[in-house]
């Protein structure tokens, strides 16, 4: 499977980005999907997870309230909206699919996309 991240890019503090990852490869709608990013000097941690129809999500406690994880099978698309953004929310981030419902680790990476948050 191919993954592919975007959307990411530069925005001030309190503000919103809508990340999206195009995959390729394989039947979408069978995998579940996550989203994860690794901030600079840090490892890589889990962000949000969603089922393989859509219906279920969760999410890492830092990012609950103010991202939410969707996907369009159709589309074979997965999309992270962010709202109110910190700065500590500074990192490249990466979709992955999961190999169970409630998985907080990857089975395949697709490429990044950095998200930088000014103060």
């Known amino acids: 499977v191919q993954l592919q991240a975007s959307g990411g890019g530069l925005v001030q503090a309190g503000g919103s980005l809508r990340l999206s990852c195009a995959a390729a490869?394989?039947?979408?709608?069978?995998?579940?999907m996550g989203w994860f990013r690794q901030p600079p000097g840090k490892e890589r941690e889990f962000v949000a997870g969603i089922s393989r129809d859509g219906g279920s999500t969760y999410y890492e406690d830092a990012m609950e309230g103010r991202f939410t994880i969707s996907r369009d099978n159709a589309k074979k698309m997965v999309h992270l909206q962010m709202n109110s953004l910190k700065p500590e929310d500074t990192a490249v981030y990466y979709c992955?699919?999961?190999?169970?419902?409630?998985?907080?680790?990857?089975?395949?990476w697709g490429q990044g996309t950095l998200v930088t948050v000014s103060s």
């Open positions: 992955a699919t999961l190999s169970y419902y409630g998985s907080r680790s990857a089975d395949y």
């Open positions: 490869g394989r039947s979408f709608s069978l995998d579940n």
